[in-house]
Every structure is written in C-alpha cells, then in structure tokens.
C-alpha cells in the first residue's frame, strides 16, 4: 500500500510539473508594449523590413537609399530588407511566423491585413503612445531627421489605419483606380469625353465599340480584338458600385451584407455587357494596360499606381513597341451611378510595427518606420509611379510641386499619365473610401471579386443567369469564404480559439491517467477483501 502511494504520489507531482514544463518552450504573444525613457545609444538594434516593390528597380533603389540614409543618422541601428513582389505573401509569412514568434519588425501591409495579426496577443503594436510622444513621435525632438508632425499626415489617410480606436499603422503611399481613355477612339465613335464618366456612358459606349466590318474586323480599331472596358480589380469594382448606390457591403462590426438585390442587378447587368463582349476582367483576359497599348481596349480600369504602364509611351509598357498604338490617353476618375457624390476607393500600403520583447528594439523599428514619412522617401517613391505622399508636408514641398508642374517634359520621370493620374488623386481625397476593416474582411473582399468573376465566367460558357444561379452563387461563395461564419454576435463569441496548448494536453492526459490509476487499485484492494470475507 505505501508502495502504490508513492507511485501515485510521483504521478501527481510529475502531472503539477508538467506545466512549469511547459512554459519553459514559450508563451503566447508577448507583453504590451511598454514605451521605454529612451534608445540607449551603446546598444546595437538589428531589426528586419518586410517591404513590396513590383519588381521594380527604382523602388529597390529607394529603399536601400532610405536604409543607408537611416543607419547614417542612428549608426547603432542595422536594418534588413527583405523583398517580396506579392502583399498576400507578405501576408501569408507574417502568420505563419506570429505562431514561431518570428515576425519582421516593420512590414508594409494593409489594415485589413492587420486586423487578423492583432488577433494574436499584443502581436502589433498600437502606436498611439508612439505618435504622440514628445520625444520620439512625429515630429519630436529627439528624432534625428525632419520628420512630419501628426497634423502633416493626410487625416484621411491616417484614420484608415484606425483599428478597434487605436492607430496600428503609418499610412506610406497612396492611390486610387482611375479610368483610362483612349481618347481617339472615343471621338471616332461620336462622343465626346465627359468631364465624369458614369456607368452608363461607359456601357452604351462600349457596347456601340463592338460594330464591325464586312471583313469582321472592328470597324473603330481595324482589328480583330476589341474589348473596350477591362477592370483590373473586379473585387474594387463591385465594391465601388456598391459604396456608389448606398448598397450593403459590410459595417464596421463585421456583419456581412454584400448578398443583397443591388449587388444581384449589378452582377446582371455585367452579365449582359460580359455576354456582348464589351466587358470582361484582368483574370478572364489579361492586364488592361496591354490591351489598352495596343489599341484594342477604350476603358481600362486600374490603380494610379499603374499608370507607368498605360498609354503609347508609357515607360514600363508590357508589350513590344512593334504592337503600340498611337492615341492620346486621358486620366479620369472611375465610372459613377451619380456623377455629384463621386466615390472611389482608397488603397495603397501602410506601416505598422511589430511587438518584441526588447522596448528599445520597438523604438528603434518606430523611429525606421516613422523615417519612411520624410520628403526624401516620400517625393522620391510616390515619382516612380502614380502614387501620391501621405503628408501634407511632402505634398505642398517645393520641389514635388516642381515634379507635378513639368508634366510631359520625358516619358519616364515626368510622364505625364503618371503625374495626370496623381493628380486626380490629390484632388478627390475627400472622395474616397474605404471598407471597414475587421478579422475576416480580407475573405469579403476576395468574395466580392469572385461574384464577378464567376458571373462573367458563366455567361460566357452560356449558363442561364438568374435568380436561380445567383441564390445558387451567394451560397457557393458564403462557402469557399467561410462568410457564414462571420458578421453574427454569436458566431464571433464562438471564434476559434485555436489548438489547445501542449502542456495542457499532457497535463490533463497525466491526471485522467493518475486517477485511473488510483480507482484501480482501490477496486483491486476492494474485490480483494471481499473475496478474504
């Protein structure tokens, strides 16, 4: 009997141990970010940059000058950049490495995307305390370089970095979609350029582009192809239809409300334009700015940040020179239902700064990310493409103003579709939009595409589009995207909450097994005295 005691009593204690154990390989999250007095000059911080550039040469260029320049002002900070060409890859990486606690110390991503890193424990740092502090925030009087105040960062921009009421990101550049026109061939055709296009004179329009000759060739080109309105984001697109009508698409709790009558009708009249051939998308046929190159597109639809690819002398044109047309493009803003209350969407990367166990290493990824608002890094960037500063103070600069004002003098630096294109932007910020942002939001939007791309898949393999096929749609897509479970109170109080942790497991496999133990014994010491009697 003593025997068997000790045996259990080892058990038991073995079980209790198991969780000190346990907590020896890790924890989740980290603890809340904690401003420190200041960055210790002897200590050496290495921190690691996830940043995107479209394979661009210029932006590679940017960035390296922004680090060597950085680390020239704070010699005991070295910064690493790593390169991606996709932001769902950046995306993808920083899950995976929230669950090994390897994540970068500043990426550039997108709110939505930082609404599912935060769900992790204190993962991303709310940078409230860090803007606002005299020392070190925007503008304070410690920091080493010139850099904006929070009053010269664009508040447009800056709100959509606003999650759960606290700011998780520094907005870095922004851009808008916009319409680009061949303008010839909107004149050969007998119209006249609107000063705001509106959905039903790129319909009609479009639809009137698809005349042909004797020889079945497109009697506005000449050629054999002509699809004259391409979109290139179709999740923007319906998006910015329905933001445009004052439809359903999502609130700011999450709940779901794009499966609705409007979103219905403007999925069928896209299907009727799908089924003429005047309408298709980047993923059905290909980039619209090749198309629109070669003459064989009117409306191309795609960001600001595109706009070095479009028109007849764009410099970074994906197609052979030996394939481009000559026309003159024009810079408009995206098709509108209501050409008074114009809506277009607001996108472009933002900042934000991952937590660590090291204060100061925190501080010295802000003070990086916080570099990346000065003029050097704002003008220079937002001149490789039709992107725009987020600060008032790179904006009203003397020397971007002197960038916009030479608009045409080359094809390259001051192409004048790029600086057209930023333009437009500075002057609808007040237009734009985004959508609320919530765990979960990135799937809405891939769903809100994929309604489109379905649609137009459909018509054109002749499927019968109707209520029927759209109750049938709604259903598949709330489906592939998990919408069902979101945008209900009791669905989110049911969130996953993820695996139970290993040290649990043992532990409670430790105890059921001691108990199991113990009740065997005494049925066995039992069954024993009964049969003695």
């Known amino acids: 009997m003593k025997k068997f005691a000790r045996i259990v009593s080892a058990v038991l204690s073995f079980a209790l141990v198991l969780p000190m154990l346990a907590g020896c390989h890790g924890k989740k999250g980290t603890s809340e970010y904690v401003m420190p007095a200041g960055l210790d000059p002897n200590k050496t911080y290495e921190i690691v940059f996830w940043a995107k550039n479209d394979t661009n040469i210029t932006q590679t260029k940017i960035y390296n000058q922004a680090i060597e320049d950085f680390e020239k002002l704070y010699p005991n900070i070295k910064v690493n950049l790593r390169l991606y060409t996709d932001y769902n890859k950046i995306y993808n990486d920083v899950i995976t490495n929230i669950s090994t606690g390897t994540t970068p110390n500043v990426c550039i991503t997108y709110p939505d995307h930082i ?69 010839d061939y909107v004149e050969a055709l007998g119209y006249e350029i609107p000063e705001t296009l509106t959905w039903d004179f790129i319909w009609e329009l479009s639809e009137k582009a698809l005349a042909k000759n004797p020889d079945g060739t497109y009697v506005v080109n000449g050629k054999d192809v002509m699809i004259p309105c391409i979109y290139k984001s179709s999740d923007n697109m ?70 070095t690819w479009m028109g007849t002398n764009a410099p970074l044109s994906d197609i052979h020179e030996n394939q481009i047309a000559q026309f003159t493009t024009v ?30 290493e925190v501080l010295a990824s802000w003070l990086f990310a916080q570099y990346m608002l000065t003029n050097e890094v704002q003008i220079a960037y937002s001149s490789t493409e039709g992107y725009v500063p987020v600060t008032s103070k790179a904006r009203n600069s003397a020397e971007y103003q002197e960038y916009l004002s030479r608009s045409g ?98 532990l409670l496999s430790t105890l059921g097994i001691a108990w199991v133990v113990i009740v065997a014994y005494f049925i066995v010491q039992f069954a024993k005295k009964k049969r003695a009697v």
């Not at 503008?139 to 009053?151: A, I, K, M, Q």
């Not at 960062?153 to 916009?178: F, G, K, Q, W």
């Open 331 to 360: 810079v408009k803003t995206i098709p509108q239902f209501d050409p008074d209350n114009p809506y277009m969407i607001s996108q472009g990367p933002s900042i934000c700064v991952f937590n660590k166990p090291d204060s100061g």
């Open 238 to 307: 319906l998006i910015s239809m329905l933001k445009q009508q004052g439809a359903g698409y999502s609130d700011n709790d999450g709940n779901i409300l794009i499966f609705n009558d409007t979103t219905k009708q403007d999925l069928m009249t896209i299907s009727e334009h799908t089924k003429t051939g005047a309408f298709s998308t980047f993923k059905i046929s290909g980039y619209p700015g090749n198309f629109f190159n070669a003459g064989e597109c009117i409306f191309a639809i795609d960001s600001t940040a595109g706009a």
């Open 115 to 183: 609404a599912t890193y935060k769900t992790g424990n204190n993962v991303v740092v709310p940078l409230d305390t860090l803007i606002d502090d005299p020392s070190y925030g925007l503008g304070g009087s410690e920091v080493l370089f010139d850099s904006p105040t929070r009053d010269e960062v664009i508040p447009e921009y800056l709100n959509e970095c606003v999650l759960d009421d606290h700011v998780y990101a520094l907005p870095y550049m922004r851009s808008t979609e916009a319409c680009y026109v061949n303008k």
């Open 409 to 506: 003098e080359d094809n390259n630096l001051y192409y004048s579709v790029k600086i057209d294109a930023a333009k437009l932007l500075i002057e609808n910020t007040s237009n734009t939009f985004v959508t609320p942002v919530f765990n979960g939001s990135t799937s809405l939007r891939n769903a809100a595409g994929q309604l489109i791309e379905n649609t137009a898949k459909s018509t054109r393999r002749g499927q019968t589009i109707d209520d029927a096929y759209f109750e049938s749609l709604y259903d598949d897509t709330k489906a592939l995207y998990r919408l069902d479970q979101l945008g209900s109170a009791d669905l989110n109080s049911k969130a996953d909450l993820g695996p139970m942790p290993a040290g649990s497991i043992i």
